[in-house]
């Protein structure tokens, strides 16, 4: 697919953009490989690592659309990855976030259009269902701006998708990585926010999977959620540092107990397919589309009314030698 293509991705020198620009390199020859983000030496320090003739490293910002317009000269596909994503530091500096997760989506979605990009992909995360802290209400506008996009491209060719999954495993700023860290440093406790806390877990390798198959499965207007393990957080604690006792440190501004995928609210608008669902736009496309299939003939079916796609009632959970697994992965 992405073969003599140029792609584009927005926070590509984060965890997900390594491991996307690593797949793509090892199982395609595109022509360009375009990392956009701010930090300079973060552009640095991966052009040590990824330095392919295709690679190529754009110093920009979101917030510029101008920039972002010049950057996507010539691009087939864009992976939307840039946000400013630490919950606490959103509560703190919330204008700071709508700047980024929203302005920042919207030029993302004009500069698109203006460039007549094939498809766009932006990630979403579980924290957009129900939010109640800033940044999962950011996603949530975003993935609305993204889906609305197929309805303002007239007659190019245009398309935007989104993929919505939950917490990844070892990425930056989540949980485990702070759990070893603590390991390492001989910690006679590990700080669990709540006993009752669960949350959906997968690997980045399977969200760069899952960002590959809904650029070939997308019609436009879909947002993607694949069908992934739950897993309680103390049993997390307990895989990690087994015999070690907990401390109970209270939930943090703006998190949930549990996480949701997608609620009962929106289940007239969820299909189920074999590894994934898909929730069809609350409004109806300019583009006629039937949702339940897909490009690739893959079919779908309504959920039952009512259904709720949430960590803690999930029927899938994952057992300590599993995690394992995926942090070895």
Request: hydrophobic share 40%; with cysteine; proline share 5%.
């Amino acid at each position: 697919m992405f073969n003599d293509k140029s792609i584009l991705i927005t926070g590509g020198t984060g965890s997900f953009g390594k491991q996307l620009v690593k797949t793509i390199l090892s199982q395609y020859q595109p022509q360009k490989v375009i990392i956009y983000s701010r930090d300079e030496l973060k552009q640095y320090e991966m052009a040590q690592e990824f330095n392919a003739p295709a690679m190529r490293y754009f110093i920009g910002d979101v917030r510029d659309r101008d920039r972002l317009r010049l950057a996507m000269r010539d691009v087939n596909y864009v992976v939307h990855a840039a946000a400013l994503k630490q919950i606490p530091a959103a509560e703190y500096n919330p204008m700071e976030c709508i700047k980024t997760n929203i302005y920042g989506g919207n030029n993302v979605i004009d500069a698109a259009i203006e460039q007549n990009v094939d498809k766009v992909i932006a990630l979403s995360t579980d924290k957009a269902v129900n939010p109640i802290n800033l940044y999962g209400a950011t996603k949530l506008a975003a993935d609305k701006l993204f889906v609305a996009a197929n309805n303002i491209v007239g007659s190019l060719k245009t398309r935007f998708a989104v993929v919505r999954y939950g917490n990844v495993v070892g990425s930056r700023g989540s949980v485990v990585p702070l759990f070893q860290k603590l390991i390492q440093e001989k910690a006679t406790e590990i700080p669990i926010t709540d006993p009752r806390m669960t949350r959906f877990w997968i690997t980045l390798q399977q969200c760069v999977d899952l960002v590959f198959k809904s650029f070939e499965r997308m019609h436009g207007g879909e947002i993607f959620v694949p069908k992934i393990p739950s897993m309680k957080i103390t049993d997390l604690a307990e895989t990690l540092a087994p015999g070690v006792p907990t401390k109970i440190v209270g939930i943090r501004p703006g998190e949930k107990l549990h996480e949701a995928m997608f609620s009962a609210e929106a289940s007239h608008l969820a299909l189920e397919f074999a590894d994934h669902y898909v929730i069809k736009p609350t409004i109806e496309c300019v583009h006629a589309v039937d949702y339940t299939c897909n490009v690739l003939s893959e079919r779908g079916i309504p959920v039952p009314e009512g259904f709720e796609y949430s960590s803690e009632i999930n029927t899938e959970w994952l057992r300590g030698f599993q995690l394992l697994d995926m942090l070895k992965q």
